[in-house]
């Protein structure tokens, strides 16, 4: 399988002196095509800031990062931008949706402001995605009068509807019950599938893990332990040695 | 500019307090210079009510009211200007109006050409004033000046200069923002301001062809050092002048700024609050690699709306005041220019209050805000 997204030696601390932490001590990762791989790890750990810096939201204080064959750590901000405008998905923790604004809307802002389509092509592809997600009825409604896991579903759509080939999800079911976040996360899973996207999911949720292709744990700023997924179980990886590194 | 307008829609309350600071700052500008305007326009009131068309005064005569003694030898060369129909003097200087109560009131007395062809600031006279004004230390007042002047009824008289004067009628529209007017003809007023024949205040022409006023302007500029006016320049210059003068463009301007600044930032706080409310959302779409330009973009279009909004509701408010305050007798103009003015001027406020409320992005940090 060909690796797609390639983190090698990242370190990122925070703060000045004595109060400077670092999140990540030489993390090396390595996430295959068509994947989906869940970060696991104890709060704290790092996996949000691995994830950001995976996904061209955060620069490491050392390290390479290539993705889709570019390298992002040596990017300018407006380069980074129109990278994860081409390439890069995502879901938070919250729904983070406008108020004011339509389950349909909300979708189709991101393709008028950061492609400039038309409206017509907007709505059309908005409709699409909302339908795939089982949203199509319910495409009017704003945040207030939808459940929560129909609004971090409506929040996946944003994240498809302009396909992209890398998907992340920072604890996209952090807010859901059991039902809703499996739900949630099926349909990522699915919605990736379909447009062959590699997608990251960071959980400290165990439940997330029987969707996944593989998991990695993260503890204490660095991978302690990477393992495919066979049916449900979690099996020890063979080539982690070279992945982890 | 959907995105904007439903965001104002779906949060009014929120955006209510900007948009009535634009209300505010418009209001409060349109009126203050309306007011002013109206004020001052009273300086021009010879001006308004004279046929002439071009005002000959005494060299760099800044205002209508402040004009000096000049020699009245070019009225036969005005009337024998081929563009030139008619020509005209008129007498005009400051006394002081000693009441029949002992009072003394400072007035403006205006000496007037009485017959049909005059150029005087007649407008106002019926043809029977007109003719009793004829006699010797007749005067007319405006009947709004008639208390102030203690001359309430036909008969009263004053004294002026040591003369003593009779009121014979009552007009209207005829006040100064420097003092009562006194309108009688020319031979008294020359009596009153101690002015010798052959002297006037201004002399005034009436062209033959509007179109030729400027023409006509600069050819008798070019005769002597006396300077040539035509009404409409005059009259302009009159109020600015007196807007000057008086102090009052410095009042206004800064009352003007000062409502700018208030509704500035008002606006600009509601339009900071307001963003930083959608900043989680806002940092979704950054991830999603939507520039902060976009952004800035959708700032902008609330504070045009909210400016709009608010410019909508400044028009009956101000509407509603003008109508007040003419019902109270004070004059207050609205014309286009001070409607647009006022209107961009707001727009451009508010538009402004957008630049300063940008700030509010820069917490749009995905990094930072969706860990
Ligand atoms: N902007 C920041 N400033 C200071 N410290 C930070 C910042 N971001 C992260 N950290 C620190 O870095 C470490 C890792 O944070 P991170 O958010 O990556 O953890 P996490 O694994 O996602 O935890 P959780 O499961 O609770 O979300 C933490 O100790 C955190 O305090
Ligand atoms: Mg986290």
């Not at chain 2, 007023?189 to 024949?197: K, P, Q, T």
């Amino acid at each position: 399988m060909s690796v797609i997204l390639r983190g090698e030696h990242l370190v990122r601390g925070f703060g000045e002196g004595e109060l400077r932490t670092l999140a990540l001590r030489d993390v090396s990762i390595e996430l295959e095509a068509g994947q989906v791989t869940v970060l696991m790890g104890p709060s704290g750990s790092g996996k949000s800031t691995l994830l950001a810096i995976l996904a061209g939201l955060l620069r490491p204080d050392s390290g390479e990062v290539e993705s889709m064959g570019q390298s992002i750590v040596g990017m300018n901000d407006a380069e980074r931008e129109n990278f994860r405008r081409k390439y890069c998905g995502f879901v938070f923790q919250g729904y983070n949706l406008f108020p004011a604004l339509t389950a349909q809307q909300q979708v189709e802002i991101v393709l008028r402001w950061g492609e400039g389509a038309s409206a017509k092509e907007a709505t059309a592809k908005a409709i699409e995605t909302l339908t795939v997600l089982g949203l199509g009825e319910k495409r009017h409604l704003r945040p207030w009068q939808l459940s929560g896991g129909e609004k971090q579903r409506v929040a996946v759509a944003r994240a498809l509807v302009k396909r992209p080939a890398l998907l992340f999800a920072d604890e996209p079911t952090a807010a859901l019950d059991w039902e809703h976040g499996e739900q949630v996360v099926q349909l990522l899973k699915r919605g990736a599938a379909d447009d062959k996207a590699t997608v990251l999911i960071v959980s400290h949720d165990p439940r997330v893990t029987g969707l996944a292709d593989r998991v990695l744990f993260l503890a204490d700023g660095k991978i302690s332990t990477d393992h495919h997924v066979v049916d449900g179980a979690l099996e020890h990886r063979e080539p982690a040695k070279e992945a982890v590194r | 500019m959907m995105y904007a307008i439903l965001t104002i829609l779906n949060d009014k309350k929120r955006y209510i307090a900007g948009m009535l600071a634009v209300t505010f700052s418009a209001v409060l500008i349109a009126m203050q210079v309306g007011l002013l305007m109206g004020l001052i326009g009273v300086v021009s009131v010879p001006i308004v009510h004279s046929k002439a068309d071009i005002w000959i005064s005494f060299p760099d005569t800044p205002a209508c009211d402040l004009g000096r003694p000049m020699p009245n030898y070019w009225l036969d060369r005005l009337w024998s200007h081929p563009d030139i129909a008619a020509a005209d003097e008129f007498v005009q200087g400051f006394r002081y109006w000693q009441t029949e109560k002992g009072k003394n009131e400072l007035c403006v007395v205006l000496g007037v050409s009485l017959d049909d062809e005059s150029l005087g600031p007649i407008a106002r006279l019926t043809p029977e004033q007109r003719s009793r004004l004829t006699e010797p230390n007749a005067v007319i007042l405006d009947a709004k000046d008639a208390g102030r002047l203690d001359a309430t009824q036909i008969g009263v008289e004053g004294e002026i200069t040591g003369q003593r004067v009779r009121v014979v009628g009552f007009t209207d529209q005829m006040r100064g923002i420097t003092g009562p007017f006194i309108v009688t003809s020319i031979p008294t007023a020359r009596r009153l301001l101690l002015m010798r024949d052959d002297q006037a205040t201004f002399l005034l022409a009436k062209c033959k062809d509007p179109a030729r006023i400027p023409a006509v302007v600069a050819d008798l500029s070019s005769w002597d050092k006396w300077t040539v006016h035509s009404a409409k320049e005059f009259s302009s210059q009159s109020e600015w002048h007196w807007i000057g003068k008086t102090k009052a463009g410095i009042a206004l301007g800064f009352a003007a700024v000062l409502g700018l600044a208030i509704g500035c930032s008002i606006t600009s706080q509601t339009l900071y609050a307001a963003i930083g409310a959608s900043i989680r959302e806002l940092a979704v779409l950054r991830a999603l690699g939507i520039s902060r330009g976009r952004m800035v973009i959708f700032v902008l279009q609330q504070s045009m709306v909210v400016g709009i909004v608010g410019l909508l509701l400044a028009i009956p408010i101000t509407y509603g005041l003008l109508t007040l305050v003419r019902s109270l007798g004070t004059q207050a103009v609205m014309p286009i220019w001070l409607i647009t003015g006022t209107g961009s001027l707001t727009l451009a406020m508010a538009i402004i209050a957008g630049l300063f409320s940008l700030r509010s992005l820069k917490g749009v940090e995905p990094a930072e805000l969706l860990r």
